[in-house]
C-alpha cells in the first residue's frame, strides 16, 4: 500500500523554523516529483515546492522562494521541507504528494504542475503548522 506520512507540524512564533517530514512507505520514490502542498482555512490547497527524485531538481512558489527549502533522502524514502522565517500567513495544514515524473522528467514544463499531482499524486495526512505573531 502506497503511503505517505508527513510530521514535524506544530506551533511556531513569527520569525521561528519548522522542518516537515515526508515520509513515503510502499514504494520508493525512484522517478517521481515530490511536492509541499498547504491549505488555509477557506483558501484554496496552494502547492509551495517540488523536488525531482531524478536529478533533484527544485521549484519553489513565490511564496515559499528565499525561505523554504526541499531536500530528498533517497536512502530514507524521506523529503523534507526546511521553513524558516515563517510568517503567520504561512499558517495552514502542509500536505506531501507524490506524483510520477513525466517521461522527459524536469525537462517537462508540467513535472511540478498543481495538476499533475491532483491527477497523479498520492498524498499524506496532513500536518498542521500554526506561526502566531
Known amino acids: 500500500e502506497v503511503q505517505l506520512v508527513e510530521s514535524g507540524g506544530g506551533l511556531v512564533q513569527a520569525g521561528g523554523s519548522l522542518r516537515l517530514s515526508c515520509a513515503a512507505s510502499?514504494?520508493?520514490?525512484?522517478?517521481?516529483?515530490i511536492g509541499w502542498f498547504r491549505q488555509a482555512p477557506g483558501k484554496e490547497r496552494e502547492g509551495i515546492s517540488c523536488?525531482?527524485?531524478?536529478?533533484?531538481?527544485?521549484y519553489y512558489s513565490d511564496s515559499a522562494k528565499g525561505r523554504f527549502t526541499t531536500v530528498i533522502d533517497n536512502a530514507k524514502n524521506t523529503v523534507y521541507l526546511q521553513m524558516n522565517s515563517l510568517k503567520p500567513e504561512d499558517t495552514a495544514v502542509y500536505y506531501c504528494?507524490?506524483?510520477?515524473?513525466?517521461?522527459?522528467?524536469?525537462?517537462?514544463?508540467?513535472?511540478?504542475?498543481?495538476?499533475?499531482?491532483?491527477?497523479?499524486?498520492?498524498w499524506g495526512q496532513g500536518t498542521q503548522v500554526t506561526v502566531s505573531s
Open positions: 523536488i525531482s527524485s531524478r536529478d533533484g531538481k527544485t
Open positions: 504528494a507524490a506524483a510520477p515524473l513525466p517521461y522527459f522528467g524536469t525537462y517537462s514544463g508540467t513535472w511540478y504542475s498543481d495538476q499533475r499531482f491532483a491527477d497523479l499524486g498520492s
Open positions: 510502499g514504494f520508493t520514490f525512484d522517478d517521481y516529483a
